[in-house]
């Protein structure tokens, strides 16, 4: 229940959220979607509503928002926050790269903005697999054409790390 959500998280929330939201005379309404705890951590989707057409959806790891995404189809692309921002303009550097590497999937939204921007392979690390479940399940994301791995990133870049220098080194 929505009641079981940490009051401070929820002010945090409401700081961070669009600046049309914040400026709306109605209080945001939140709605719990999903809630689900491993050994992470409490993951949880919820949909926050501000005014009568604004509406997105986010997902949380404890009390830290690690995506979102408006739910209106025509704002697909559309960022709720800045920093949402900075990742996708790597799209736009000239000339555009073809391979992208990220670190932590969020809610899938960066991936899918890049293969239409046209970056032909992005790969995805992402440690939680609870993460990479919620993002199919409840903001559409499919892991096709991308590579998604559940794996720890650091561990991960350790052993081809040290693979590459094994190798060049015989």
Known sequence: AMGETPAFFLL?????????????????????????????????????????????????????????????????????????AIHQSIAHWTPPPQRVLQLGLGVGTVPKYLSAAGVQHVHVVEFNPLVLQFARSHFNFAPHPHTVLVADALDLLRTRSSNNSSSSSS
């Open 12 to 84: 945090c929330l409401a700081l961070q959220l669009p600046s049309a939201a914040r400026t709306s005379s109605r209080e945001p309404a939140f709605t719990l979607l999903a809630e689900e705890e491993n050994a992470l951590g409490t993951l949880r989707v919820i949909d926050v509503t501000v005014g009568h057409n604004m509406q997105l959806r986010l997902m949380a790891l404890d009390n830290s928002v690690i995506g979102a995404q408006y739910t209106d189809p025509s704002l697909e692309f559309s960022t709720p926050f800045l920093n949402f």
